[in-house]
């Protein structure tokens, strides 16, 4: 689901939070909003959440024009 791909580091530790996960999740929208793929993406949910705690950012191509 696109709420276990959008999930801060701090939610995903269960460490206390605030409402920086909400611009946390804000950034995540519109980067697939601008992108048409999820931030941290990866081929499981486990590997995706390694990506967001380790702030690893998969870019997608570009495209050819």
Partial sequence: S???LSQAPEILFGVGHDWGVDWWSLGVLFFEL???VPPFRASTIDKTH???MDGKIVWPSP???
Avoid: D, E, V, W
Wanted: proline share 8%; net charge positive; with cysteine.
């Fill in 2 to 4: 696109l709420f276990r």
């Fill in 34 to 36: 601008l992108t048409g």
């Fill in 50 to 52: 390694c990506n967001i």
């Fill in 63 to 65: 495209s050819p024009t």
